[in-house]
């Protein structure tokens, strides 16, 4: 039976795939979206495609409860986490092109009240640049959507105990957006 997911997580790599299996253990629906077709099947048979300890149990639990299904392109939902690749360019200067490229895949899908939180390690001012693109595309949703950042702080080969024990960081555009944020991953 399929459930209408609660969060839509854009990237199903080292820090997407182990919170969704986290946030799924605690019986919340997660639609996981990956670009690559082998990743999103890989995650529907129950098996991870990365090595990450704990990691296989938690998604083979999370799917199999049916809390967790994969997907190339993401659906309407409540939450939206964007945790996907900020590689660096020619002089050191951060890409946010993929950032970007999931804000503008879970544009059409906002509506009033959903929250958007970027979870991706970004320079200063892509939370800010993200808000200005999805108001300048969906000028409605101005002042009616959760925006925040709350960037991964955890190392790899440890990550399903860090992601609940380390402490967040966690800042919305405004007061509303950062409660909203907070009630989320607390």
Known sequence: MSKT????????GYIGLPTAALIAKNKTYVHGVDINPKVVETINAGKIHI?????????AEAVANGYLKAATTPVEANTYLIVVPTPFKAKNEPDISFVEAATKAVLPLL????LYIIESTSPVGTTEKMMHLIYSERPEL??????????E???PGNVMY??????RVIGGVDQKSTNKAVFFFF
């Open 5 to 12: 997911p609660s969060v839509v997580m854009i990237g199903l």
């Open 51 to 59: 090595v990450e300890p704990e990691l296989d149990t938690a998604v």
């Open 111 to 114: 509506k009033e009240d959903d």
């Open 142 to 151: 101005e002042g009616k959507i959760n925006i925040a950042y709350c960037p």
């Open 153 to 155: 702080r955890v190392l």
């Open 162 to 167: 860090e992601l609940v024990h380390n402490d």
